[in-house]
């Protein structure tokens, strides 16, 4: 199975506000690669300190990095027509979604899920389920809030989910992790989400 997960770091609470990305590579089942870029936001050089205070990086670290729109030509086709997984990807595909928008730039063709939604229907009833907590549990070391980190961790516990359940192919991955697939496309997006549990069939007496 082939996909590809994602994380952003931002500078502001603003969501175009991205300073560092990164994207692990999972091809046939197996990590091939982790990449990560620093960004120079659009907000540069504010950094909100309590952003600064989760991820560690500092203005002067992307004082010579690219700005959004000149990295995207390297970035879209590692995207394009993808299945992207990020955790808790309400937020990384917010931050791609309004950066693209920001700069004008159309979306690509990929789909996306979240690996918060699945993890919740894999291991069902644990008390938390963001990274840092699953990944302690599976045993998965990394240094959270840097984007390559958290990508990498993402690949590490998706593979572990999928294992779980005896996925081995994309056909079957929305069915046997429960969720729906989300979706990026030219002039807009549909959300992932967890699949509903068909309700009981009412039963009459005859």
């Known amino acids: 199975m082939d996909f590809v997960t994602l ?18 590579f999972v091809r046939n089942g197996q990590i091939t690669n982790t990449q990560a870029w620093l960004i120079k936001p659009k ?3 504010y950094f909100n300190s309590f952003n600064m205070a989760v991820h560690g990086i500092q203005p002067k670290e992307v ?29 990384d595909m917010s931050v791609l979604r309004a ?9 690509p063709e990929l789909q996306y899920a979240c690996s918060v939604q ?6 069902q009833g644990l008390p938390q389920y963001d990274l840092k907590s699953l990944c302690n ?21 998706t ?13 079957e991955f929305p069915e046997k992790l429960k969720i729906n697939f989300g979706r990026l496309y030219d002039g807009g ?7 509903k549990a068909p309700k009981p069939r009412k039963s009459f007496p005859y």
């Open 159 to 171: 593979l572990r989910a999928l294992r779980q359940v005896n996925c081995s192919n994309l056909v």
């Open 189 to 195: 997006y549909t959300a992932s989400s967890v699949k």
């Open 118 to 123: 699945f993890s919740k229907q894999v291991w």
């Open 7 to 24: 994380d952003f770091e931002t500078a502001t609470p603003e969501r175009d506000s991205p300073c560092e990305i990164g994207l692990t």
């Open 43 to 45: 907000s540069y050089p």
């Open 63 to 91: 004082a010579h990095a690219p700005e959004f729109h000149h990295l995207w030509h390297e970035l879209k086709p590692l995207l394009q027509n993808q299945l992207v997984i990020a955790h808790n990807a309400s937020f």
């Open 137 to 157: 549990r599976h045993g998965i070391q990394f240094k959270h809030h840097r984007a390559a980190a958290d990508s990498y961790a993402c690949a590490e516990l």
């Open 99 to 107: 950066t693209l928008n920001t700069y004008q730039l159309p979306f």
